[in-house]
């Protein structure tokens, strides 16, 4: 019992020291569990991280002037103007600030017209970017475990099959980089969506030569409308006794012309 006991114990140290290497070369590549949290914080070990955006709307007497000011608003406070579409009764642009100067930047714009609406929202996008974050670390591991496979390789059939997956896992890898950078850009510039409509032309002031004249036309339209509408009341009765009226006249008118002939 006591050989037997023995040669088990050799075994399971064999074995131990045969699965070494391979976990040590997979720790060395991957994330190992005990340092998860390097990757995963618990929730409020780290910073929210918020993509803010705004939108505002503006009714201004001259659109164009207002673009104009915007734009010059938003690259004073490190930013820049994006889309932009026109017409000549309304404009919008898309304005991206630092997220920091959204505040006021919005303060600004709103100083340029008419506020009409103001809204501004914000999306924590905190668990996306540690999932992208992690994946990134273990893709990049991965990428060099690969390179360092294809350093060892001998064979052509060897090379071409660790180059294959090689380029898989860099095209991976760059792929998560680009998310990485999109996520990091939507945090630290925030996105304003403004829109300017063109107001209405105030009134002439009170006593000035535009108000006369609404004034005097306003009369006369009203008082056309009242003639008419007299004209109408009276028509019944031109017709009843005009026409007659206008025959006897003729008749009489015709008979004294022919007096002197007799």
Known sequence: MLLLAGCSGNTADSARSAVAPAQQQEQGAAPRQGNAQAYVPEPGATDR?????????LTTPKTGDVVSRAKAIAT?????????????????????????KLDGVLDQLGGLGQV?????????VTSQVVDVDARLATQRASVDRMRALLA????????????????SRQATLESLERQQASLA???AMAT?????????AATAETGGFLAGLSGGWDA?????GGLVRVLGVLLPFVTAF?????AVFWWLRRRRKARPAQ
């Open 49 to 57: 991280k918020l993509a803010r955006s705004a939108r505002l709307e």
């Open 76 to 100: 004073a406070a490190g930013g820049y103007p994006g889309q932009e579409s026109a017409t000549d009764d309304s404009a919008s642009l898309t304005l991206s600030v630092p997220a920091e």
């Open 116 to 124: 009409r609406r103001r809204e501004i929202s914000a999306q924590d």
């Open 152 to 167: 060892k390789a001998q064979s052509v059939s060897e090379i071409a099959s660790v180059e294959s997956e090689l380029t």
């Open 185 to 187: 850009g939507k945090v």
């Open 192 to 200: 304003v969506s403004l829109s300017v409509t063109k107001q209405a």
């Open 220 to 224: 006369f339209v009203a008082f056309c």
């Open 242 to 246: 005009g026409i007659p009226a206008g």
